[in-house]
């Protein structure tokens, strides 16, 4: 094999660079400025939700009524509501709740859409056809809809709010992901490992999940966005967290009767919605540009 | 030589990659004398589309640029022409057909309109006079039944036929200058052969100029006048197909040759270059071969050579063939 | 002779296709009845242009898909019916090579876990004898050991196709279908590829199913060579015959289509009429007769078999040679 090794010798002294994904994805990740900075303000949020009840300046739940309804001030930031309570405080504890609420059900609505997907493209006919007839039936409602129709049947509550979401969310992840999967089968490489033996779960786990990471990444965090309005509307219909929570969508309707003549009551917990669906958009499309980039026109 | 056509001199093309400027094209220098067909062979990522792309000045959605050199079309340089000239040349006087006639016709328009549109553009022709040459078109490549296929969408052609659709635009201003790059690549051996054979009776027919851009060593052989390699960007050797398949000078060009299998040879192992092409962003100092040259000295590490002219009519880029140097080795 | 490791008799695989929602069911048949022995240790190729069916029958014997009718013996077993499960034993044996080096590894995988994947799957070795062996067959392949950390887009062509190669000889398999394996690659590094193949065949005894569509790398690696169009064989024999005395038609024209690269050398070429016929209406007859030189009129209604001529082992299924034959058998 002498000759062999004399003409591969040039070829196989390259790759002198060790690649790594992680490494790839931060370089990419921070040429884009505006999801870069948005991510911050996710992070940002995040710490916040773990930290809050720690760093509120006075007690969300405690009444104070020499000071009702009072405008933004340099004792309270955002504000006081009805019963005196500080805004800023409000929104702070209302940021672990909004966050929690749509990360969970994004999340449980993930897992179940995404194993849906993955059957329902992998194995294709009669699973396929039942797994897509029903999410186009639940796409045929509204989100909202559908949601207030699971909590009619199951009754109002934050709990049952993350369940309406999760459901919801579903077929949307399961249609994602079952594109991805018809996509990814017929790669060569899946026909490789199939040729070489490979089971079905392992092809499926080793080599067609990791492949609709990417989209599952970016559409997660898009969902997440979504997620949070749709919480914050079901709470403001009345239909999630109970009134006195500090929960923004609660804090929406509270302020309702205000908004005449106190209306930072209802801006102040609408800009932090508004705030942070938007950062998450941001960063699901930076995400998408990095991760994803096929997908940019659609 | 007052024949000259198409004079490329000391081409230089750039790209834009992660905010550096990548010189892909270093210096590329060829001429095509009227009536002639010239096949410019190389690897891929060797510059070799990228000389015609460079030529017609099709960068459109890309950060190619031409950064140096002069192309002559006739007696005007057209790498200074404004856009809207260029735009009259294109098409008109010089014309272009890709590898895949696919993705280079319009999915949803009809063969007819595609082919009337430069027709009507560069010849003037009003509808009636536009689509009569167009039929005529299509019947001198060789389509059966031309006056149905005018009506057809390219996706009800074979990929053979799609080919002389795009052969019956490209020819149908009558061209001085057909580009050709891989003409046949995405087709079949019978196939090809169909079209190379058209090709080389329209070229006679027409005593039109022609520059083939292939990979493949066999398609050269058989079309070609002469012949320029490239390599890394550069041009490497020049000579008569009849030298080049004789007598390779440049290493490069030999190794390429004693590569290809050829039929009715009977050898055990191929010969072949070691190594690979080398990335434009990370260039190695000296002759761009050197790495992969089993005859490089100390010198061609360091040194670029130059093009010479090695015996009349034949140049080659080696320092092999220097001879103020005495350096050759083996 | 050596014995006999794959034997294909009468396989044939359609696929429907639809023509529009009230379109009539039509099928295509994109192989019409295989017959076919390979030796142990030898090459043997399928040569075709595109629609041949060469590709779905390399898929078919490497049970990728289920023929539609026909057997596959491997190594003395009938494996055309086999389940998925009872497979697993002849995927150790049989192991493929594709034609994309790019597409056919996990891009999300390590070089060292792509060529592990066969043993993972088929073995229960420790992680360190696996790393070993994987070591081992990177040096095989002409790769540094330090590459096997690395991702596949981080290589050229050739070297994936090497990846793709030890990949393929890990279990090391007796038999290995190869599907174009040096088409995408350019012509300096397609030899080196080439030389690759023929060593290893060497060193390990390994049988070629090698697909292709370029006859002078066929000529260059093959010792049986199948010609065919349109689904089925049209003439098989040993590489000199099909090279030095080709006797069907479509032979003849394609091997006088491909270029050659010498100028010195003049050639009258067989230039064809007309395209490959689409394989869902195939002609009448024999399917070769709408492009055929030579056509008589019973090509029009009668599809020839696959009959030997003159000398042993050399067939071809052409009415041209009826007459000459005094023994009319079916053989391969």
């Known amino acids: 094999m002498g000759v062999l090794k004399e003409e591969v010798i040039n070829e196989t002294t390259i790759n002198k660079s060790q690649y790594s994904p992680i490494k790839e994805f931060w370089k990419n990740w921070k040429r884009q400025k505006v999801a870069f900075s948005a991510s911050l303000f996710v992070l940002l949020l995040i710490i916040i939700a773990f930290v809050g009840p720690y760093i509120t300046p006075y007690d969300p739940y405690e009444p104070n009524y020499n000071s009702i309804l009072q405008g933004p001030s340099s004792s309270h930031l955002a504000g006081t509501d009805e019963y005196g309570r500080d805004i800023f405080s409000r929104l702070i504890y209302g940021t672990r709740i909004s966050l929690s609420v749509s990360f969970i059900s994004v999340f449980f609505g993930a897992v179940v859409g995404t194993i849906l997907g993955l059957i329902s493209g992998f194995f294709g006919g009669f699973l396929d056809r039942i797994i897509m007839r029903s999410s186009d039936v639940m796409f045929a409602f509204p989100d909202i809809i559908l949601a207030i129709a699971i909590i009619a049947i199951l009754g109002p509550g934050l709990v049952n709010v993350v369940i309406a979401i999760a459901v919801f969310t579903v077929p949307s992840f399961a249609r994602l992901i079952r594109g991805a999967t018809l996509e990814v089968k017929e790669t060569v490489f899946v026909e490789a490992a199939r040729s070489m033996g490979a089971k079905k779960t392992r092809i499926i786990y080793k080599h067609i999940f990791p492949e609709t990471f990417s989209s599952l990444m970016v559409f997660f965090t898009m969902r997440i966005g979504t997620a949070i309005l749709a919480a914050a509307s079901l709470s403001f219909l009345g239909l999630g967290a109970s009134p006195g929570t500090p929960d923004w969508g609660a804090m929406l309707t509270m302020g309702r009767d205000y908004l005449g003549t106190s209306s930072h009551v209802v801006i102040m917990p609408g800009i932090a919605i508004f705030l942070t669906v938007l950062a998450f958009n941001l960063v699901g499309d930076g995400l998408r540009d990095v991760l994803d980039p096929k997908t940019k026109n659609h | ?330 | 002779m050596a014995s006999t490791i794959l034997e294909v008799r009468g396989l044939k695989k359609s696929f429907e296709v639809k023509n529009g929602i009230f379109g009539k069911k039509k099928y295509l048949h994109a192989v019409n009845g295989l017959n076919f022995s390979v030796y142990e240790g030898e090459t043997f190729s399928l040569v075709g242009e595109s629609g041949c069916g060469k590709s779905t029958a390399g898929r078919l014997i490497s049970r990728l898909i289920d023929p539609t009718a026909g057997e596959i013996w491997i190594d003395g077993e009938e494996i055309s019916k086999w389940k998925e499960s009872q497979l697993q034993a002849i995927r150790k044996k049989v192991q493929m090579v594709f034609q994309d080096p790019y597409a056919s590894l996990n891009p999300r995988m390590k070089i060292r876990d792509i060529i592990a994947e066969p043993l993972v799957i088929h073995t229960k070795l420790t992680k360190k004898e696996k790393q070993r062996l994987v070591s081992e067959m990177l040096e095989v392949v002409g790769l540094n050991e330090y590459q096997g950390n690395c991702y596949a887009h981080e290589f050229s062509g050739g070297q994936r196709q090497r990846i793709g190669i030890g990949r393929a000889l890990i279990m090391k398999p007796k038999l290995i279908i190869a599907d174009e394996p040096v088409s995408a690659l350019d012509v300096s590094v397609q030899s080196q590829i080439l030389n690759l193949l023929k060593d290893l065949q060497e060193e390990f005894n390994l049988t070629y199913v090698f697909i292709s569509h370029d006859l002078s790398v066929v000529e260059h690696i093959s010792d049986h060579i199948g010609v065919m169009y349109l689904g089925s064989i049209v003439e098989y024999g040993p590489k000199e015959q099909i090279f030095t005395n080709p006797l069907h038609p479509y032979t003849k024209a394609l091997l006088s289509s491909v270029p050659i690269p010498d100028p010195t050398v003049k050639r009258e070429k067989i230039i064809l009429k007309g395209d490959i016929p689409n394989p869902v209406n195939p002609p009448s007859g024999c399917k070769f007769h709408t492009r055929c030189p030579d056509v008589m009129e019973i090509c029009k209604g009668k599809d020839p078999s696959l009959k030997q001529i003159h000398t042993d082992n050399h067939l071809a299924a052409c009415h041209l040679y009826e007459k000459t034959i005094k023994n009319q058998s079916v053989i391969v």
């Open chain 2, 1 to 330: 030589m007052e024949d000259i056509i198409l004079k490329v001199e000391q081409l230089q093309t750039d790209f834009q990659k992660d905010n550096q400027r990548i010189r892909i094209l270093n210096g590329v220098s060829f001429h095509i004398s009227k009536g002639e067909i010239l096949g410019l062979v190389g690897e891929s990522g060797c510059g070799k589309s990228l000389t015609s792309l460079s030529i017609m000045r099709l960068f459109k959605g890309t950060s190619g640029e031409i950064s140096g050199g002069n192309i002559f079309f006739r007696d005007e340089d057209i790498t200074k022409v404004t856009e809207n000239q260029m735009r009259k040349i294109r098409g008109k006087q010089i014309a272009m057909i890709f590898q895949e006639p696919m993705t280079s016709l319009n999915p949803v328009m009809k063969i007819g309109e595609q082919l009337m549109e430069p027709i009507r553009i560069h010849l003037g022709y009003n509808n009636k006079r536009a689509k009569q040459h167009a039929v005529q078109m299509l019947t001198k490549v060789g389509i059966p039944r031309s006056n149905e296929i005018m009506n057809e969408f390219p996706h009800q052609l074979s990929g053979g036929m799609r080919q002389r659709v795009m052969i019956a635009i490209a020819m149908s201003c009558n061209p001085d200058v057909l580009i050709a790059d891989e003409p046949t690549t995405a087709l079949d051996v019978t196939i090809q052969a169909q079209i190379l054979d058209l090709m080389r009776k329209l070229q006679k027919e027409e005593n039109m100029s022609m520059l083939l851009i292939t990979h493949d060593l066999g398609v050269v052989a058989e079309m070609c006048d002469r012949v320029v390699v490239m390599y890394a960007g550069r041009v490497v050797e020049e000579a008569s197909v009849h030298d080049l398949f004789q007598s390779p000078l440049h290493p490069y060009t030999r190794g390429l040759i004693g590569s290809v299998p050829k039929i009715g040879q009977k050898k055990d192992r191929l010969e072949s270059i070691a190594g690979r092409v080398p990335d434009p962003s990370n260039m190695p100092k000296g002759c761009k071969f050197a790495p992969r040259c089993s005859d490089a000295t100390a010198e061609c590490h360091e040194k670029e050579p130059s093009m010479l002219e090695v015996e009349k009519n034949r140049y080659c880029s080696c320092w092999l063939y220097d001879k103020g140097r005495s350096l050759i080795s083996g």
